[in-house]
């Protein structure tokens, strides 16, 4: 089972773009069938599903964030990327990474194989 780290700025000032990593250890997704998944919970809230990018690269995002979202990836690293542009304060959450081998598109914790621990990020100024 593949372990997932989020890294990246813990505060972000409202309009700039936030860049968060995850870095996958102990495993492999070398086939191209898994799944890699950016989610975030905001407080007293459920999680949501951003976005999701295939170890080929192909992505897939929420209608809702699609505009301000990209998702990339780095296989040579085990790492993948997030970036949101001209974020607010109500982009303050949780962020988590995940894996699974089916793309889960809906707001869940269910159905991944691996979760981070996630990274809080506070939008302020």
């Known amino acids: 089972q593949v372990r997932l780290q989020e890294s990246g700025p813990g505060r972000v000032k409202p309009s700039r773009t936030l860049a968060l990593t995850c870095t996958g250890s102990?495993?492999?997704?070398?086939?191209?069938?898994?799944?890699w998944s950016w989610n975030r919970q905001p407080a007293v809230k459920w999680v949501e599903w951003m976005g999701a990018?295939?170890?080929?690269?192909?992505?897939y995002y929420s209608p809702s964030l699609k505009s301000r979202t990209s998702i990339s990836r780095d296989t040579s690293k085990n790492q993948f990327t997030l970036q949101l542009r001209s974020v607010t304060p109500e982009d303050t959450a949780v962020y988590y990474c995940?894996?699974?081998?089916?793309?889960?598109?809906?707001?869940?914790?269910?159905?991944?194989?691996?979760w981070g621990q996630g990274t809080q990020v506070t939008v302020s100024s």
């Open positions: 995940a894996q699974s081998t089916r793309l889960i598109p809906i707001a869940t914790r269910t159905g991944f194989g691996s």
């Open positions: 102990g495993g492999s997704s070398t086939t191209g069938r898994d799944y």
């Open positions: 990018i295939t170890y080929s690269g192909s992505t």
